[in-house]
Structures are given as C-alpha cells and as structure tokens.
C-alpha cells in the first residue's frame, strides 16, 4: 500500500518525501478535528451526567 | 499476489494501530490542552464581564445571577478548596459534551447558585479539563464556595454517595424528594465513576451554609484553605 502510493508519487525523492508528509499531517488535522472529537462521544468516562 | 495481500493487510493493520495511539494521545493530551485554554479564556470573559457596570435592568432580582443564560455560557465561578490551594473553574450553563469542555456545567433545569433548590453540576473526572479528576477527595464538612457575580454562597458538604447513571433524583429540588417543596439551598455535583468508567456516577451532596456579598470580600475558607480532614 504505502509502497504503492510511494511509486505514484511525482519528482525526485526529496519532494515525494515532501508530499507524503503534507499528507501525513493532512490526515492527523482531520482525525484531530473531525474523526476523534465524533468518537469521542461514546468514550464511558465522558459521561459524569445523570440521565435528565 | 499472496505476498501482496498479505503485505497490504500488515500495513493497514500498523496504520490502524498508529491511529489508535493517536486517539490516546488526542484524548490524554490534546483535549486537556483544548479545555484549560477553553476554561482560561470562559475565566477572563466572565472576570471582565463583572468588571463591566451591571446592564440595564439588572437589579436585586438579577443578584442571583441571570435568568436565562447561553449555553456554554460562564456565570459563576466554583472554588473547591480540598481541590486545591486555588482551585476554581468557571461554571458554564449546560451539561452537554460542549459545555463542559468549558468548565463545569450547570444543569439548566436546577436552581441558580445560592437560590433556594438544587444548584446541580456536572464536571469530567477524566480528560477534556478533567476537573473533578479528584472529586472523590472531598468528604462530609468541607466547604464549596460558589461565586456569583455579586455574591460568595459557601456550602458546607454533607455527604457523598455512588449512584447509578440513571438516578436522576439527585437533581430534584429535594434530592430523593421529588414532590417536597424546597425550603433549603442546596448543592450537587456529579461525575463518573470510577474515574475511568462509567457505569456508576459520583455524587457530592452539600446545603448552603453562607452568603456573602461581594463587597465584603472573600469568605475565610477561600483566604486560609483548611488542609484537615
């Protein structure tokens, strides 16, 4: 997978390298931002409520 | 092609495993960086919004602090000193995920600080500020201080009590009591329990034992925090 995603990568290695991590940290904003405070939600010790 | 598969598989399988890492680190870390600047920022709102001149219509009826306030709103402030030296964190209006990534939240349907009822609040034992991360330290006798923007309510702590998630007669005006016409002012606060779960809720049950008007300075336990137990 990330062998294949490195092939399709365009120019030499420096900006492959380049790419691959803009798209690394891309994926962490988005997990920071959207997926984990969504998953966060069924997280037990984030209930402290009575059920009103 | 089996390689391949097998290849593949492996790497989704790291990748997974480096995203749940991420979601520890996220839930450890990122959201008790998120809520303190969160709660700093709800703090010094508030301070400065009480260092304004009172709005217009706001007379002894709104000493009791406001009718009706925004959720995720900071009114008050709540000083516990078992907690801490200086320990206090704004209460915001509301107990839902957002709310009480602010602060403490104040269950909307209970009574406003120091008001005859049941002022009830929840905070997060674990994560995202974790306020009553030690909650469990506080016991029968000790001193909660709610501070309104004009006044100082010290409640005195009766007891402490394990329920289930469901019991929600800790909010009524008379906890336990649903029909009992309050005639008391009375304090709850509410976590998770154990910290780390949440199969069981922590109560803390206190009643109001003085009002201070602002004027007059801080009550004694919040100028020499009792360290005995």
């Known amino acids: ?52 | 092609m089996i390689r391949t598969a097998v290849r593949g598989t492996g790497e989704l399988l790291i990748t997974a495993g480096l995203v749940v890492l991420l979601f520890v680190a996220y839930q450890l870390v990122w959201t008790n960086y998120e809520a303190h600047k969160a709660t700093d920022s709800v703090a010094s709102d508030l301070r400065d919004s009480w260092d304004r001149p009172n709005p217009s219509g706001a007379g002894p009826a709104a000493a009791r602090g406001p009718k009706k306030v925004d959720f995720g709103k900071g009114f008050a402030f709540l000083h516990i000193p078992r907690l801490g030296k200086n320990w206090t964190i704004p209460v915001v209006e509301g107990v839902d995920l957002p709310d009480l990534a602010k602060g403490v939240g104040h269950y909307p349907k209970t009574a406003q600080p120091g008001a005859i009822g049941n002022f009830a609040v929840a905070g997060h034992r674990a994560t995202n500020g974790e306020p009553f991360a030690y909650l469990d330290k506080v016991r029968k006798g000790d001193l909660v201080v709610a501070e309104t923007r004009t006044e100082w309510f010290t409640y005195v702590i009766d007891r402490t009590k394990i329920v289930s998630p469901t019991s929600t007669w800790v909010l009524d005006p008379v906890p336990g009591k649903p029909s009992a016409k309050p005639v008391q002012a009375l304090l709850t606060l509410t976590t998770c329990n154990p910290r780390w779960a949440s199969y069981q809720r922590l109560i803390v049950f206190g009643h109001l034992q003085e009002t201070r008007a602002k004027a007059d300075g801080p009550p004694t336990v919040l100028l020499r925090p009792t360290r005995s137990a």
């Open chain 1, 1 to 52: 997978m990330y062998a294949w995603v490195w092939r399709h990568l365009p120019g030499p290695w420096p900006v492959r390298t380049l790419i691959a991590m803009a798209f690394v940290a891309a994926i962490v904003v988005l997990l920071f931002t959207t997926v984990f405070p969504w998953a966060e939600d069924s997280l037990p010790f984030l209930k402290v409520t009575v059920d009103q």
